[in-house]
């Protein structure tokens, strides 16, 4: 019986997470009551006058303003707060105002703590003191035992398939469940950029007075491992126009929603801003075999993109290659 393998060791990281509470608009309803009490004991706030978790919330609230100021390059690790929309996840960043947002989705049967510790990696990396926020949220499917995915999966289905080499229509298929993962990190996205859900309606009523296409200068990365690849390249072909989308990364994966990708690909082509495109897989990758990545790769040459194709000795995971290119491009 096959099972999912999680992202293996990238980097030789044990990451002791403290409880940070977010500079705006924080939802302190999803905060424990551990977590409550480290905020208020950050901002040397006294709580033993809090009886229920209500007060602590009450005061928590009222005093935000307490909350010591960060220096721009302190890391700090905020884990499982409320992202967007019920969408939770976790944040790790070296600043309160980011320039760059590198948003990383996790793999089938993982969560959002596998792959935490890239983030880590690569912002202490940042030779070119950029403003970085990394925000990797858990997908919305609850597997069991701490095992999330953004769709369910036949995985003997898949094997199957993939053994066989008759996998056209596994490329083809749209995953029921993809449309609440895609509007889920959609939204997440829009509202860490400020697009308004209306602005798509706004941009195409060629208003000369709609400013949705000049809304800020921070720059989106995307980066996505196995399931979370599929919907990366797959939200990657939705980024809203006015969005600085740079570039994206694609460890372990392949192409689905293919006849849905196909009329999308021009316009991610033409972007005003064009995105570079980065994939690797192993060669003897046992979940997504190598072959079947090599599909992803042609989609993206057969329609004139450039992509930077990077194979190694290794199997489903993502490899040192693929972090040393995070970290370059962080420090473009």
Not at 39 to 57: A, F, G
Not at 94 to 112: C, E, M, R
Not at 156 to 177: C, H, K, T, W, Y
Request: aromatic share 8%.
């Amino acid at each position: 019986r096959y099972k999912i393998t999680k992202v293996h060791a990238c980097v030789l990281l044990l990451l002791l997470f403290a409880f940070h509470t977010l500079s705006l608009s924080m939802d302190y309803s999803t905060y424990s009551v551990r977590q409550l009490k480290i905020t208020l004991q950050r901002r040397n706030v006294d709580y033993s006058d809090c009886i229920e978790k209500s007060d602590l919330i009450e005061k928590a609230k009222s005093t935000e303003h307490l909350e010591p100021k960060r220096n721009d390059g302190d890391i700090e690790h905020r884990k499982n707060i409320h992202l967007n929309d019920g969408l939770y996840g976790n944040v790790v960043d070296s600043s309160d105002n980011p320039d760059t947002i590198i948003l990383v989705l996790h793999g089938y049967g993982a969560n959002a703590n596998d792959l935490t510790p890239i983030a880590d990696s690569v912002i202490k990396s940042n030779i070119s003191n950029k403003k970085v926020k990394f925000i990797i949220p858990e997908a919305i499917l609850d597997l069991g035992g701490g095992s999330k995915a953004w769709w369910p999966i036949d995985i003997m289905n898949l094997i199957s398939a993939f053994q066989s080499g008759n996998v056209q229509s596994i490329l083809e298929d749209v995953p029921e469940g993809i449309e609440a993962a895609r509007s889920a990190i959609l939204n997440l996205i829009n509202k860490e950029f400020g697009i308004n859900e209306d602005d798509d309606e706004n941009n195409n009523s060629n208003d000369d007075n709609n400013d949705s296409n000049t809304k800020n200068d921070k720059r989106l990365i995307i980066a996505g491992f196995s399931q979370g690849g599929m919907l990366s390249m797959d939200i990657a072909l939705r980024i809203h126009p006015s969005i600085k989308f740079t570039n994206l990364l694609l460890f372990s994966t392949t192409i689905i929603c293919k006849n849905e990708w196909e009329p999308l690909i021009d316009d991610f082509k033409n972007r005003d801003t064009s995105v570079q495109v980065f994939q690797s897989h192993g060669k003897s990758d046992p979940i997504i075999p190598f072959f079947i990545g090599q599909h992803l790769q042609s989609f993206l040459t057969d329609s004139d993109i450039n992509v930077e194709f990077v194979e190694f000795n290794g199997g489903h995971t993502v490899p040192n290659q693929s972090l040393v290119k995070m970290r370059d491009i962080l420090n473009e």
